[in-house]
Nanobody
Framework: QLQLVESGGGLVRPGGSLRLSCAASGSTLDYLDIGWFRQAPGKEREGVSCIDSRGSTMASVDSGNGRFTISRDNAKNTVYLRIDSMSAEDKGVYYC??????????????????WGQGSRVTVTS
């Protein structure tokens, strides 16, 4: 069974950058779409970026405005999300989610059946 474990969250200063990791086990990235989602306090979970089994990516313009970079390392079976120029709006819990690969990855949480436990990100000066 697919298991996902996020890491890399923590405290970041405004304007700083952060790289989150999502390590997969139970399946290889060759068969998976991976999405990154975040949930800010009091808000619904939103998709921020995803990558499919072929390496094609998608990012939310509303959430990131070009500040999110998703990548993967097949040798480590890990997907990364880098966030640049961070602000208080980026605060929240970041989750990675996985599904057997479709034609394209999705930023809709309902399309994913496997979730990590989340990694908390705080942005403060």
């Amino acid at each position: 069974q697919l298991q996902l474990v996020e890491s890399g969250g923590g405290l970041v200063r405004p304007g700083g950058s952060l790289r989150l990791s999502c390590a997969a086990s139970g399946s290889t990235l060759d068969y998976l779409d991976i999405g990154w989602f975040r949930q800010a306090p009091g808000k619904e979970r939103e998709g921020v970026s995803c990558i499919d089994s072929r390496g094609s990516t998608m990012a939310s313009v509303d959430s990131g405005n070009g500040r999110f970079t998703i990548s993967r390392d097949n040798a480590k079976n890990t997907v990364y999300l880098r966030i640049d120029s961070m602000s208080a709006e980026d605060k929240g819990v970041y989750y990675c989610a996985g599904r057997l690969t479709g034609r394209l990855c999705s930023l809709k949480s309902s399309r994913y059946g496997y979730w990590g436990q989340g990694s908390r990100v705080t942005v403060t000066s």
